[in-house]
């Protein structure tokens, strides 16, 4: 039996950090195609998965989930988000029960 590699990518600074997490979960997915990863924004970068920011080329082997407190705090609606992004309650509370549960955590 093998062991579930989760890895958890957090992006909170700028905007522009998205992409670059989208591109290293790319790199990371090429090494470990069983990986489960996600990425989960809150803070600042919240803004870069709006519709209003540049478009994202999502990936199919990873979710990119939006924290629900920093989108009440960026006053952003479900509604703004690019399709495809998922929403988590809280990013902290995600980003701890996934450690706690064994998962890499990587910052971006």
Do not use: K
């Amino acid at each position: 039996m093998t062991a579930s590699r989760d890895v958890v990518i957090h992006v909170s600074d700028a905007p522009a950090d998205v992409a670059r997490a989208i591109g290293s979960a790319s790199t990371l997915h090429r090494f470990h195609p069983d990986a489960q990863i996600r990425i989960i924004v809150n803070g600042p970068a919240i803004t870069g998965i709006t519709r209003d920011a540049e478009e994202l080329r999502l990936p199919e082997f990873a979710t990119v989930e939006a924290c629900e407190v920093g989108m009440r705090a960026h006053t952003i609606a479900m509604d703004a988000l690019q399709p495809g992004v998922l929403t988590t309650p809280s990013a902290i509370a995600a980003l701890s029960d996934a450690q706690w549960a064994g998962a890499a955590y990587i910052r971006v």
